[in-house]
């Protein structure tokens, strides 16, 4: 198994669960209302706790996951533009991502710390690949686009295509 997909496969599953835990959060908040006002009208305590319980979980605890969320989508995207699309330059996945270079470094850091980006050296503006231990994938020297400014990607008659905009580019 290909270490890159194991790695995938693991920052999709993260992914997975959060969003899980992120909409029973938001029912339990939507169904707690009508649960603590039954609770309260009929005098079941028990009901009318629960009620309050899941309302507060839901009022204070779904922003907060859907936020985390949110930011662990922006990392998946990060560690695929790594692997897949081999962008190692902090400005290069801010533009490519449209987020602030910082915000790329500190996803980076992050995903370097989790694991999920593997094979490379960061030393804080690019990934450098790790000579005692290779990327899983082949590195191809990435060229622009000059329409679009995307990565492009060699095709099979040797050309550089933009998956993007769809130019063609020939091999220089």
């Not at 779904?62 to 897949?84: C, F």
């Not at 050296?121 to 020297?141: M, S, T």
Request: hydrophobic share 45%; charged share 25%; proline share 3%.
């Amino acid at each position: 198994m290909d270490n890159t997909k194991y790695k995938k496969a693991d920052i999709s599953k993260d992914l997975k669960k959060m969003l899980i835990w992120a909409i029973v959060i938001s029912v339990a908040f939507v169904v707690g209302i009508p649960i603590l006002i039954l609770g309260a009208v009929n005098s079941i305590w028990a009901l009318l706790a629960f009620g309050i319980a899941c309302v507060v979980i839901g009022f204070y605890g779904a922003p907060i996951i859907w936020v985390q969320y949110g930011s662990n989508r922006t990392l998946k995207r990060v560690v695929d533009a790594v692997m897949e699309e081999h962008i190692t330059t902090n400005a290069e996945i801010a533009q490519q991502l449209q987020i602030r270079e910082r915000d790329a470094k500190a996803f980076i850091t992050k995903a370097i710390n989790k694991k999920y980006i593997t094979g490379y050296i960061y030393n804080g503006v690019e990934l450098i690949p790790n000579e005692k231990e290779a990327p899983k994938k082949k590195i191809v020297v990435q060229n622009k686009c000059k329409n679009c400014g995307a990565p492009l990607k060699l095709d099979e008659k040797g050309n550089y295509h933009c998956p993007y905009c769809n130019s063609i580019f020939e091999k220089e």
